[in-house]
């Protein structure tokens, strides 16, 4: 069993920052990739930000220069720093990790974590 936990959403003003965490437990073999999708009121998910294995980051363009996404492996973590935020940002923002367990990987998803941006 493989769960991911976020944490870090809430409401701030617009030009303020947030930082998200993600962290993944339970019987891990092997992460491939992490990222960051959101989802907003009557929108389909969309992808924020991915982080390989070995690192290597992309971006949607909405975001670029924006956001940062980084991943400490040894603690099966992964963040997503969020500066200058905008009002297009409010969203649900999901945590998804590829998974190597035993001998099958999957793809996992975390709860959810809420983010505001409002004056």
């Known amino acids: 069993q493989v769960q991911l936990v976020e944490s870090g959403g809430g409401l701030v003003q617009p030009g303020g920052s947030l930082r998200l965490s993600c962290v993944a437990s339970?019987?891990?073999?092997?992460?491939?990739?992490m990222g960051w999708f959101r989802q907003a009121p009557g929108k389909q998910r969309e992808l924020v930000a991915g982080?390989?294995?070995?690192?290597?980051?992309n971006y949607a363009d909405s975001v670029t220069g924006r956001f940062t996404i980084s991943r400490e492996n040894a603690k099966n973590t992964v963040n997503l720093q969020m500066n200058n935020l905008k009002p297009e940002d409010t969203a649900v923002y999901y945590c998804?990790?590829?998974?190597?367990?035993?001998?099958?990987?999957?793809?996992?998803w975390g709860q959810g974590t809420q983010v505001t941006v409002s004056a």
């Open positions: 339970g019987s891990i073999r092997t992460i491939y990739y």
């Open positions: 998804k990790a590829t998974i190597r367990v035993t001998l099958t990987t999957n793809d996992y």
């Open positions: 982080i390989s294995s070995s690192s290597i980051p």
